[in-house]
């Protein structure tokens, strides 16, 4: 395949193809399929057993962030009606259902605790990998390069994660035919979200 450009044409991904088949090759020890194929209650309600997802792609959960996760469970319920719209469809009232989702985190009592974006995330999407996107170093990193999103030392959560759904909502619009693409090759396991999350963190992981 042609390389696709994302984060606002800041990175581009040469043969993503044969990017995303490196990764869902089990043979090489990274988080596909276990985390995209863990199944805890079959719906998109959170439960106990979903907290400990971000294990399984990188992201300890120890006793103490699991308990503090247990506590921000009624403010994470809506995870489970969010709008029926992949993001690249989303319009901005879905975009700001998923922020508002991150919200807690700029909250007592949980602001500056041991859970942060990436623990949630990596709690969230799997609930609707269409739509809640997935967060790490490397996102920020890569998402906040000249010509994305600004930095500011101030930003909410819920603030940046509106920032950070438009921009990936555009990327996966301007290369729709790559990522349907993408996903045939992903045998249709993968959301074109999470496929764009596998271009980043990989193509970042090969910066540094």
Known sequence: MEAVILCKGTLQVEHPD????DYIDVRN??????YDRLVTNGSAELVDADLLAPA???????RGRFALLRE????LTGVATLPQVAIEDA???AIDAVA?????LDEAPYAGKGVRGTILSKVLHRKRPDLVPLYDSRIFESYTAPG???????????????LLCSQMRDDLRAEQAAFDELVQIAGGELTR?????????RTADAWH
Do not use: K
């Not at 020890?29 to 276990?34: D, H, I, L, T």
């Not at 994305?148 to 509106?162: D, G, K, N």
């Open 72 to 75: 921000m469970l009624p403010a």
């Open 193 to 201: 979200l999470r496929i764009l999350d596998i271009l980043v963190w």
């Open 148 to 162: 994305a999103i600004p930095r500011a030392a101030h930003r909410s959560w819920r603030e940046f994660l509106q």
């Open 56 to 62: 399984l792609i990188g992201a300890e959960v120890d």
């Open 91 to 93: 319009d901005g009232a």
């Open 100 to 104: 508002d989702l991150f919200a807690v």
């Open 18 to 21: 044969d990017v995303l088949l």
């Open 29 to 34: 020890g990274f988080a596909f399929p276990s």
